[in-house]
């Protein structure tokens, strides 16, 4: 909030007319670099807060999964406990209901994912780092992206090129005539827009709930004026301020199950996405 | 002629305001058949929970692709 506050460089509040309520925008993901350089093309590459974070997420996945799966014992002791639970639940709930024959092999790719995406969600309610990873938008759109390459080549490589395609683009349905309006959508669909959808439904997320944590963090400093001390103003002042902080923390928990619940619908959507492409539309 | 009439202001709020209509009603259904189909068969409640959720989520990542994009196109 502190940053939020010397980012709108704000230093007034309620009942001093000459300044209205600091309404943060979209300014408040945009952080200085911490070091710049040139990168091939000329232009500047920064080093920010979130590039630092990104890297410090991946490596605590990477720390978390080498502890647990480094040396593997058949009596499993300390973080391989954890890390047998998250890769049973990851087996049965996802390889052998969602995407069914032969999803062993993907379980690396959607547990990666899930981590990792949970991990960054989190340092929106880490205190220090406070800021969503994900809610800068290259960070969801690479994630797409690697997803949607992963699902074309599962496609290709189980059901050939041209059968893959042509099953997508003509899809088994009866009224043979439908398909006038049925392919294009089902392109459209499959091949632009929910890679796109995948992407934005992270990215908006985060993007809407840290926007919502500051507004009420800074109504309630805003609000808090002590200077009046007298008149109805400064009553106003207090119970919004209260409110507002009590709204902050509601937020706070309801952000918590929104971070678990969107890394879980990444998840999911990819092992269905995967399932999809594996299975020849039957 | 001339303009007759303008909208001036936050018009992004009024975006989010008409973006929020369909995912309402959307979530709703979803909730409300939901909650019907486990009243019916209680032991289908995880089935049924993994579905409401993936449902609830697909339907309100329009409406918070209705949030964003004022910030994202506008002035």
């Known amino acids: 909030m502190l940053k939020a506050l010397a980012l709108l460089e704000v230093t007034c509040k309620f009942g001093d007319d000459s300044c209205p309520f600091p309404a943060p925008g979209a300014e408040i993901f945009f952080f200085p670099p911490i070091t710049s350089f040139t990168g091939p093309d000329g232009s500047a590459w920064e080093f920010n807060k979130p590039v630092l974070f990104a890297g410090v997420a991946a490596l605590v996945v990477i720390i978390f999964f080498l502890t647990a799966f480094a040396r593997p014992k058949l009596v499993p002791r300390g973080m391989q406990n954890l890390g047998e639970v998250i890769y049973i639940f990851f087996k049965n709930h996802f390889a052998k209901d969602v995407i069914g024959q032969g999803g062993e092999k993907y379980i690396p790719l959607l547990m990666s994912l899930f981590s990792f995406i949970w991990i960054m969600n989190l340092s929106s309610i880490i205190p220090g780092i406070q800021f969503p990873i994900t809610s800068r938008f290259a960070f969801p759109l690479i994630l797409s992206l690697i997803v949607y390459f992963t699902f074309i080549g599962v496609g290709i490589k189980s059901q050939g090129v041209g059968a893959y395609f042509k099953g997508v683009a003509f899809p088994d349905v009866q009224p043979r005539a439908i398909l006038v309006l049925l392919t294009p959508l089902e392109i459209l669909s499959t091949f632009i827009i929910r890679p796109a959808t995948l992407a934005i439904r992270l990215f908006a997320n985060m993007f809407a709930g840290h926007l919502l944590l500051v507004i009420f963090s800074v109504s309630a400093w805003y609000l808090l004026n002590l200077t009046n001390f007298v008149g109805v103003v400064s009553v106003v002042g207090y119970v919004g301020s209260i409110a507002s902080f009590i709204m902050t923390i509601v937020l706070t928990a309801f952000e918590m199950f929104i971070q678990l619940l969107q890394a879980y619908i990444f998840t999911l959507l990819t092992a269905m996405f995967i399932a999809e492409a594996q299975s020849a539309h039957h | ?75």
């Open chain 2, 1 to 75: 002629m001339g303009i007759l009439a303008e909208l001036t202001g936050s018009i992004g709020s009024i975006g989010f305001g008409l973006a929020a209509i369909g995912p309402g009603v959307g979530i709703g259904i979803i909730f409300g058949n939901g909650v019907q189909a486990i009243a019916r068969q209680p032991e289908a409640y995880g089935v049924i929970r993994q579905n409401m959720i993936l449902g609830f989520a697909l339907a309100e990542a329009l409406a918070l692709i209705g949030f964003v994009a004022p910030f994202v196109f506008g002035t």
